[in-house]
């Protein structure tokens, strides 16, 4: 592990700063991506406490250039992306679809599912050439179920899932590897602005209640996830849906035993 370069899109902040740190703290040689210019330098200055090797790149995913840019960038300095974490999210998009402002929704759906897209179309190439890769795309709230008042980060989640099923379908014959993660209810600035802003109060009561009930997971959970994904230690779970609140011997039980192959994976239920 010592030696794998991992890149983790929108890790200025949140699980995916949490995830840098975390993975830096493994040995794990970290580029972290990120809009902001200051969060990218306070990142940065946390990542060098554990080497001087560590990087931070401005890129927004919604522009294709930069996804593209920020991957030569990587392989100029570091040779190699080993394992890629498409973290990047956004959910401004709160209240009746038809009320929200189309250019909240549009973006939520940009940054979830078109950023993850243009990550993908850069990175796949760069893991096929050198004869591994590991993909770990970030879903959420709504990928299995309703999310009332939230349908744009809920459509876009659901599709980042089905994207990665259809990706390892893809990549078969290849020693890439797809994976959807469920990062759990994080204490971060997303979920502060779901339970603290007016339009949030309004329309996602239940939100503050879920911690109330101790429902969201600890800063270390998804990127110790993010980790047993990219060690290798869930790999019956490529294309499928794991999700953090999931134990790790149950989820090797449920792989070694499962009759249907559909387990974790969206389907109509009839």
Same mark, same amino acid.
């Given at each position: 592990?010592e030696?794998?370069?991992?890149?983790?899109?929108g890790?200025?902040?949140?699980?995916g700063r949490?995830?840098?740190?975390?993975?830096a703290?493994?040995?794990?040689?970290?580029?972290g991506t990120? $809009?902001?210019?200051?969060?990218?330098?306070?990142?940065?200055? @946390?990542?060098?406490?554990f080497?001087p090797?560590?990087s931070?790149f401005?890129?927004?995913?919604?522009?294709?250039?930069?996804?593209?840019?920020?991957v030569?960038?990587?392989?100029e300095?570091?040779?190699?992306?080993?394992?890629w974490? #498409? #973290?990047?999210?956004?959910f401004?998009?709160i209240?009746p679809?038809? @009320?929200?402002?189309?250019?909240?929704?549009? =973006?939520?759906v940009?940054t979830?599912?078109?950023?993850?897209?243009?990550?993908?179309?850069a990175?796949?190439?760069v893991?096929?050439?050198?004869? !591994?890769g590991?993909?770990?795309?970030?879903?959420?709230?709504?990928?299995?179920?309703? !999310?009332?008042?939230g =349908?744009g980060?809920?459509?876009s989640?659901?599709?980042i899932?089905?994207?990665? @099923? #259809?990706?390892?379908e893809?990549?078969a014959?290849?020693p890439?590897?797809v994976?959807?993660? /469920?990062?759990g209810?994080n204490?971060t600035d997303m979920?502060?602005y779901q $339970?603290?802003?007016d339009?949030?109060?309004q329309?996602?009561?239940?939100?503050?209640?879920?911690f109330?009930?101790?429902?969201?997971?600890?800063?270390?959970?998804?990127p110790k996830?993010? !980790?047993?994904?990219?060690a290798?230690?869930? /790999?019956e779970?490529?294309?499928r849906?794991?999700s953090?609140y999931?134990?790790?011997e149950?989820?090797?039980?449920?792989?070694? #035993?499962a009759?249907?192959?559909? !387990?974790?994976?969206?389907?109509l239920?009839?």
């Amino acid at each position: 592990m010592e030696k794998q370069v991992v890149v983790i899109t929108g890790a200025t902040r949140g699980i995916g700063r949490n995830t840098a740190l975390f993975f830096a703290e493994k040995g794990f040689t970290v580029i972290g991506t990120g $809009r902001d210019s200051e969060k990218l330098k306070e990142v940065q200055t @946390e990542l060098e406490k554990f080497s001087p090797h560590h990087s931070m790149f401005s890129m927004d995913v919604t522009k294709q250039a930069d996804v593209q840019q920020v991957v030569e960038n990587v392989l100029e300095k570091y040779g190699r992306i080993d394992v890629w974490i #498409n #973290n990047a999210g956004a959910f401004m998009a709160i209240g009746p679809t038809w @009320e929200v402002k189309p250019e909240d929704w549009i =973006n939520d759906v940009s940054t979830n599912l078109f950023g993850t897209f243009h990550c993908v179309q850069a990175v796949v190439p760069v893991m096929l050439n050198q004869g !591994f890769g590991r993909i770990i795309n970030l879903v959420g709230g709504g990928t299995i179920g309703a !999310f009332k008042y939230g =349908n744009g980060y809920g459509t876009s989640k659901t599709a980042i899932a089905r994207l990665t @099923e #259809n990706l390892v379908e893809e990549l078969a014959e290849t020693p890439v590897k797809v994976f959807a993660l /469920d990062p759990g209810l994080n204490d971060t600035d997303m979920t502060r602005y779901q $339970r603290y802003t007016d339009v949030g109060q309004q329309y996602l009561t239940g939100i503050e209640s879920l911690f109330e009930q101790n429902i969201d997971v600890p800063p270390h959970q998804a990127p110790k996830f993010a !980790f047993l994904l990219a060690a290798g230690e869930l /790999d019956e779970y490529v294309g499928r849906v794991v999700s953090v609140y999931d134990d790790l011997e149950q989820l090797k039980t449920v792989a070694a #035993n499962a009759s249907d192959s559909d !387990f974790y994976k969206l389907r109509l239920k009839k």
